[in-house]
């Protein structure tokens, strides 16, 4: 397990390794005792693309929902700065209500995958060489549920797919060994920038199209035109552009100064 580096989940047990192909029996409804009871006490890490679902879903800003819903935490493998969701002061989740989840259709990746939990390996890209591991908490009767489940089909029910797809270059950065190697502790200005491009999408936009960016980076006609028009492709554009920043061999080098 040398080369395991993060657990974005948290288990109050030793992990029993699963794979993809592991089956274990779940079901959760609302007709359960343990009806969101889950829904607190958590620690809850955010990808970059949960805050771009959550923001729109509130109708609010990137910097809003970072100051009204999220901590800085930084996970000891890596010195990247990690935002997680704030609990509310009675220790509960902000969004759940007595009938349930109120953003259900974007909660967070880590509420996709619950109940399982799920940590990412060292120079792998996401699905690749990613473990899970069955969360069991004692308060939850949905295991005792006859419905069987791989856990690539509770992904897929899940749409944790689509997450993949959007936190690739973000993953990539997080689990780099480079982003690990004790001497490239970021500094404070790595810092601010990580959690720019990883997390605030609105000031990031404002930080490629008004200020001198895009004259002092290479950046081809059709990107630009992509990453106006599609705020996605905006924040994958953040990640590839971030990586060339903290460990060199840029996508997107600076233009020449003449
Ligand atoms: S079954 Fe488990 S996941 Fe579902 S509400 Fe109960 S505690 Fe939460
Ligand atoms: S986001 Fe929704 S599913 Fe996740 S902890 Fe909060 S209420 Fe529960």
Same mark, same amino acid.
């Given at each position: 397990?040398?080369?395991?580096?993060?657990?974005?989940?948290?288990?109050?047990?030793?992990? /029993?390794?699963?794979?993809?192909? $592991?089956?274990? $029996?779940?079901?959760?409804?609302?007709?359960?005792?343990?009806?969101?009871?889950?829904?607190?006490?958590?620690?809850?890490?955010?990808?970059?693309?949960?805050?771009?679902?959550?923001?729109?879903?509130?109708? %609010? $800003?990137?910097?809003?929902?970072?100051?009204?819903?999220?901590?800085?935490?930084?996970?000891?493998? %890596?010195?990247?700065?990690?935002?997680?969701? *704030?609990? &509310? #002061?009675?220790?509960?989740?902000?969004?759940?209500?007595?009938? =349930?989840?109120?953003?259900?259709?974007?909660?967070?990746?880590?509420?996709?995958?619950?109940?399982?939990?799920? =940590?990412?390996?060292?120079?792998?890209?996401?699905?690749?060489? #990613?473990?899970?591991?069955?969360?069991?908490?004692?308060?939850?009767? =949905?295991?005792?549920?006859?419905?069987?489940?791989? /856990?690539?089909?509770? *992904?897929?029910?899940?749409?944790?797919?689509?997450?993949?797809?959007?936190?690739?270059?973000?993953?990539?950065?997080?689990?780099?060994?480079? &982003?690990?190697?004790?001497?490239?502790?970021? #500094?404070?200005? $790595?810092?601010?920038?990580?959690?720019?491009?990883?997390?605030?999408?609105?000031?990031?936009?404002?930080? /490629?199209?008004?200020?001198?960016?895009?004259? &002092?980076?290479? /950046?081809?006609?059709?990107?630009?035109?992509?990453?106006?028009?599609?705020?996605?492709?905006?924040?994958?554009?953040?990640?590839?552009?971030? *990586?060339?920043?903290?460990? =060199?061999?840029?996508?997107?080098?600076?233009?020449?100064?003449?």
């Amino acid at each position: 397990m040398d080369d395991i580096i993060m657990r974005l989940s948290k288990s109050p047990y030793a992990p /029993v390794k699963m794979s993809l192909d $592991s089956e274990f $029996s779940f079901m959760c409804h609302r007709g359960l005792e343990c009806f969101t009871e889950c829904c607190g006490k958590i620690d809850i890490f955010l990808t970059p693309y949960d805050i771009v679902r959550l923001k729109r879903r509130l109708r %609010t $800003s990137s910097e809003e929902f970072i100051s009204r819903y999220t901590t800085v935490a930084e996970l000891k493998e %890596t010195r990247l700065p990690l935002l997680m969701l *704030r609990m &509310a #002061d009675n220790g509960r989740c902000p969004f759940v209500t007595e009938d =349930g989840c109120t953003i259900y259709t974007d909660r967070p990746v880590v509420c996709r995958y619950y109940p399982i939990g799920f =940590g990412l390996m060292k120079s792998n890209h996401i699905g690749e060489g #990613d473990f899970f591991f069955p969360i069991k908490e004692s308060f939850c009767l =949905g295991y005792r549920e006859e419905k069987r489940w791989t /856990v690539r089909q509770w *992904r897929l029910s899940q749409e944790i797919n689509i997450y993949d797809d959007v936190n690739k270059f973000w993953f990539d950065i997080i689990l780099s060994k480079k &982003a690990m190697a004790p001497k490239l502790v970021p #500094d404070e200005k $790595s810092q601010r920038l990580f959690l720019l491009c990883s997390y605030d999408i609105d000031s990031f936009r404002r930080f /490629v199209f008004e200020s001198r960016f895009l004259k &002092a980076y290479v /950046v081809d006609t059709d990107t630009i035109k992509k990453i106006k028009e599609d705020e996605v492709e905006l924040l994958k554009f953040g990640h590839r552009w971030l *990586r060339g920043v903290l460990f =060199g061999n840029p996508e997107y080098p600076k233009r020449e100064q003449g």
